[in-house]
């Protein structure tokens, strides 16, 4: 007994001297970036994140219901980047938190909807009906431009507050007249032959500015090369996602569990995009204006820092 | 200790713990270039903002009573709904024991489902609206009245039953004048944690169709990221539950003074 204890003893000992020998060296475990993404078909890219991220990293998506929920993802660091409406990024910015937008993710996605036996043909056959809009909403600032642009204004409708996801199926009851809705509810009442398109909202001077990649400003400055690689990996994403329509309809019906057809109907109305253009810095500033008329902010977001198209020019001129 | 001294040291008791709350919140969001949760002097201003408007001139500046009006006729709208389904089957669930059989399995299945779990599928059968909020808030007082009921006409003392035989009440009789009025304190109970209930999934109820209700000036000021907002909707909330679950208690009280429990 004694003689065993102290073989097992010596062996113990002896064995992180001689293991190293046999044991080959761990590899070294990949970084993982943590991206923030909402369940919609505009924001389908960092799923196609895998096939274009180089060795050494790995990309676990977080998903998030609502856009603010994604930008207090990225104040609070849960995520290292995040991808939602540019009204939650200003929203934010407009506090003071310290969300900084780096890159393009989606524009287009919204549009106007009636009930295909409606006489609603533009907007101003809108006077006086019931449209379900929904509060705080990037599609709420455009439809309120759209009206302004029209000689109209929100008195001159009835809104009905209802979500994204519980529109279609207003339309399709009745309880509404038409709605301002994001995709994939457009497509999916025109795919069930419910909907007609009265117009998507895109003649404002906001473009068809819709979602953008955020991250908080720590990250950027302890961790630039994250963020160039980011925009990087959605320029190759989302031009692959772009150009190849049936994976991009596959993955969205995979990964969020929505209609297939609807998904086809919608794909005309979403521009997966990467970079953060001048245009589109300009569109956002407008933005904020607009959000600031709306008393939706009380102040403007600093907008010497609130977008920093660094990285985004970086891959733009190596790409 | 006299009876003023008493109460004054009950509301410093009650008192002690949210103060000391405050106080960490206070500690923990003062000086602070930003925060998420806003300190509490954000919310106080919000608070008085909602209820008076005169400071931010918003979409929310002194709308507090509209949507304050609209939750509280939701939720006594709702309760007595409730308690009108949920008294009469819980006592002839309680009584009956056919009727236990016929209907308890089902709702003992149907009970766990989350009203969050209804909220799609009544917007389909009542629509966008305040029907389907109302349907939700129904939902959920529904439950802790039936199942408090059931329980307290089938706890009533068998010893109650041979007394009142031995007085002279005809079998027929004995629900209305022995079961009834011992099952009360039970009953009682049910209703005070159904209308606690209904308060606590009115957010849940307005979450989307409506336009007012503290549920929507909650779920807009989420989306809106006015977190002030929504702290100062929560502290109405929690007030107007309080309040009326004070307003139940006292008539428990009243009613069922003769009960050593509630009297």
């Known amino acids: 007994m004694r003689t065993t204890r102290r073989a097992l003893l010596a062996t113990g000992l002896a064995a992180p001297l001689v293991a190293p020998r046999f044991i080959r060296p761990a590899r070294a475990a990949p970084t993982t970036i943590r991206m923030g993404a909402l369940k919609l078909i505009h924001s389908i890219t960092p799923w196609f994140y895998d096939r274009f991220i180089p060795a050494g990293y790995s990309v676990e998506i977080i998903p998030f219901e609502s856009p603010t929920d994604g930008k207090n993802a990225v104040v609070t660091k849960s995520v290292d980047f995040g991808t939602f409406g540019i009204a939650a990024a200003i929203l934010g910015a407009a506090a003071r938190e310290p969300v900084i937008v780096i890159g393009g993710s989606c524009n287009k996605g919204m549009a106007v909807v009636a009930r295909k036996d409606s006489d609603i043909a533009t907007l101003k056959d809108l006077k006086g009906r019931k449209v379900a809009i929904w509060p705080g909403s990037t599609q709420e600032v455009f439809i309120l431009e759209r009206l302004r642009m029209e000689g109209m204004s929100i008195k001159d409708i009835q809104p009905v507050r209802v979500s994204f996801s519980e529109m279609a199926t207003a339309l399709a009851r009745g309880d509404v007249d038409a709605y301002v809705g994001a995709e994939p509810g457009p497509g999916l009442s025109l795919s069930s032959g419910v909907g007609k398109i009265v117009e998507y909202p895109y003649s404002t001077p906001m473009g068809s500015l819709n979602m953008i990649i955020a991250a908080h400003r720590d990250t950027l400055a302890e961790r630039p090369e994250l963020a160039r690689l980011i925009i990087d990996t959605q320029r190759h994403a989302s031009a692959y996602a772009m150009s190849h329509p049936d994976e991009m309809v596959a993955m969205t019906v995979a990964k969020l569990g929505m209609k297939k057809e609807a998904v086809a109907a919608s794909l005309n109305n979403v521009e997966l995009n990467w970079q953060m253009t001048p245009e589109m810095v300009g569109e956002a500033k407008i933005y904020a204006q607009q959000m600031l008329e709306l008393k939706q902010i009380r102040q403007l977001p600093d907008l010497a820092t609130f977008i920093d198209t660094r990285f985004s020019d970086d891959v733009a001129h190596t790409a | ?263």
């Open chain 2, 1 to 263: 200790m006299t009876a003023p001294a008493q109460a004054r040291n009950r509301a410093l008791l009650a008192t002690a713990i949210p103060v000391v709350c405050l106080l960490a919140w206070w500690l923990g969001t003062r000086d602070n270039p930003y925060s998420l949760i806003p300190p509490p002097r954000d919310v106080a201003v919000a608070l008085w903002d909602l209820a008076f408007g005169g400071i931010y001139d918003d979409a929310f500046s002194g709308t507090l009573a509209t949507h304050l009006l609209a939750s509280a006729s939701r939720v006594y709208g709702a309760f007595l709904l409730a308690a009108l389904f949920a008294l009469p089957l819980g006592m002839l669930i309680g009584h009956l024991r056919l009727a236990r059989d016929l209907l308890d399995p089902m709702f003992q299945l149907l009970r766990p489902v989350p009203v969050t779990a209804w909220l799609p599928l009544s917007m389909i059968i009542f629509g966008i609206g305040p029907t389907a909020a109302f349907f939700l808030v129904a939902l959920g007082a529904f439950y802790p009245i039936l199942v408090n009921t059931v329980f307290g006409v089938r706890s009533v003392e068998p010893r109650l039953f041979e007394a009142a035989a031995m007085l002279g009440v005809r079998p027929a009789a004995m629900f209305p004048k022995v079961v009834l009025p011992a099952a009360m304190p039970g009953i009682f109970t049910g209703l005070r944690l159904g209308l606690g209930f209904a308060w606590v999934v009115i957010v849940v109820g307005e979450m989307t169709g409506v336009q007012t209700g503290l549920g929507a000036m909650i779920m807009d000021a989420r989306q809106l990221s006015r977190t002030e907002i929504v702290i100062a909707g929560m502290i109405v909330i929690g007030i107007a539950g309080y309040l009326s679950d004070r307003a139940v208690q006292a008539l428990g009280a009243r009613l069922l003074r003769w009960s050593p429990q509630h009297g």
